[in-house]
């Protein structure tokens, strides 16, 4: 019986498959087009690991919000994005102007409560140089937990009053989401001399002329460049 049950182990571990060493690796040993393979499968998990991050901003909050939708404007062509790790939800590009950007994710809608946080920023950055113009744009993923189709209004009326008074920007990440996206498929084009398009989004009372930032000269694909 002993025999036997040594037998059994011997026969387990026989049949444990060994790990590939590294050498197994080298191009000598490709076969058939294997080389294309392995370039066709690095191309799709790097496309994949842009596509994951990027769906950040539909569900994230706090710094991972943050990084995330700052990930996603860093693919954009601004001449500068900057994620402020120090602060919870702070980001900054450097463009035509200097835009501050207040990200929140929220499990309702967003109120003047979280608006004043970018007032705030605001009046630090313009106190530091008043000549500069500077840009407040609040970005919110609202109702976080829920498929886009089912959420509700993002701003507050009073809100979306306070903004407008300060001349702030108001863009929700799904909105961001759909600019993004049809920016890598295409959709969406670049052409320095075009006027700048507003595409139709869900954000409430916003303000088609700065919402330049995020269209950036871009024109859909099937509106003719007006120059």
């Known amino acids: 019986r002993i025999d036997t049950i040594k037998t059994k182990i011997l026969s387990k571990e026989e049949s444990i498959s060994s790990i590939a060493p590294d050498w197994i690796g080298n191009s000598k ?57 120090l ?19 929220k499990k309702e809608f967003a109120n003047l409560d979280d608006l004043r946080q970018l007032l705030d920023w605001y009046m630090r950055e313009k106190s530091k140089d008043e000549t500069k ?46 600019i993004f996206r049809d920016y890598k498929s295409n959709k969406i ?9 507003p595409i139709n989004l869900s954000v409430v009372k916003i303000n088609p002329i700065d919402l330049q930032i995020f269209v950036k000269k871009y024109h859909r694909a099937d509106v003719p460049v007006q120059v």
């Open 29 to 85: 040993y490709y076969l058939m087009n294997e080389e294309e393979l392995i370039k066709q499968k690095n191309k799709i998990e790097k496309d994949l690991d842009l596509s994951n991050t990027s769906k950040k901003i539909l569900y994230e909050s706090g710094k991972e919000l943050s990084k995330a939708v700052s990930f996603v404007l860093k693919l954009l062509p601004f001449k500068e994005v900057k994620h402020l790790e």
């Open 87 to 105: 602060d919870e939800s702070d980001i900054i590009i450097i463009d035509e102007k200097l835009y501050v950007i207040e990200v929140k994710g």
């Open 133 to 178: 113009n500077v840009k407040g744009i609040f970005c919110v993923n609202h109702y976080k937990d829920k498929d886009i189709d089912d959420r509700k209004e993002p701003f507050t009326e009073s809100a979306v009053e306070f903004a407008n008074n300060n001349n702030f920007l108001l863009i929700t990440t799904p909105d961001l989401f759909k």
């Open 189 to 197: 084009h670049i052409d320095e001399n075009a006027i700048a398009r």
